[in-house]
């Protein structure tokens, strides 16, 4: 199957501590979006990618891949949206040009750049068995307790079995008429943090069609703060 991948960019990334974009941030003197591109293109599964850049950033991005490729893979830079589902969105509108016969599409976020080119191999190959959207995804091993406000606090309302909860990675990996699809059908809601949806998994899911999981990767973390950054570094540089 030909895929072709959107990596959202677009973050400002505050909780990072730092003033430049989160995607711009150096891993170990390679930037979030730079490790994240170059893990894409080397599964050699990935035919082009579009990478969303903040508003006005889209040339400092850009720069970034001086010959327009990562790793040999085309790499088109756009700008990206209020919201994370609008900026995949718009993504999506431009990945027509780079792969127009793509019929798989990998979201992938720069802030888990660690993910590996094996976890997008094994994304793409569960899309070739005949799955329409694929997640991946870690047991949880906390205990976890929803949350009830109340006038004095909050308090327990109930807990989870955890032997059935996952929590969620990218890339994530859908057919590609069905995401767009059901990118459509919510577009209503991207424009704003308070309704848009946090994964374009929730976006199928809202569609009523199945989303499958298969095998994440503790690698594949979210870098939302300084210490997250202070680990990856540690991850890449240990012994």
Known sequence: ?????????????????????????????????????????????????????????????????PQGTAAGVPVQVVAGGPTRQASVAAGLAALAA????????????????????ELVRRLVRALEDGRRAVVPALPVTDTIKQAV??????????????????????????????????????????????SAVSDDAGLVELLGEEVHLVAGEAAALKITTAEDLAYAEWLLTRP
């Open 149 to 194: 406000p109340g006038e004095d606090g909050e308090r327990v309302g109930a807990t989870p079995d955890r032997s059935l909860l996952r929590a969620v990675q990218t890339p994530q990996a859908f057919d590609r008429a069905l995401l767009e699809r059901a990118h459509r059908a919510a577009a209503e809601r991207a424009g704003d943090e308070s």
């Open 98 to 117: 780079v792969v127009p016969d793509c019929g798989g599409v990998l979201v992938h976020d720069a802030a888990r750049c660690l993910a590996t080119p």
């Open 1 to 65: 199957m030909r895929c072709g991948a959107v990596l959202t960019a677009a973050g400002s990334g505050t909780r990072l501590g730092d003033p430049r974009p989160k995607a711009l941030v150096p891993l170990a003197g390679v930037s979030l979006v730079e490790r994240a591109a170059t893990a894409l293109a080397g599964s050699g599964v990935v035919a082009g990618i579009v990478v969303t850049a903040p508003a006005g950033r889209v040339a400092e991005v850009a720069a970034l891949f």
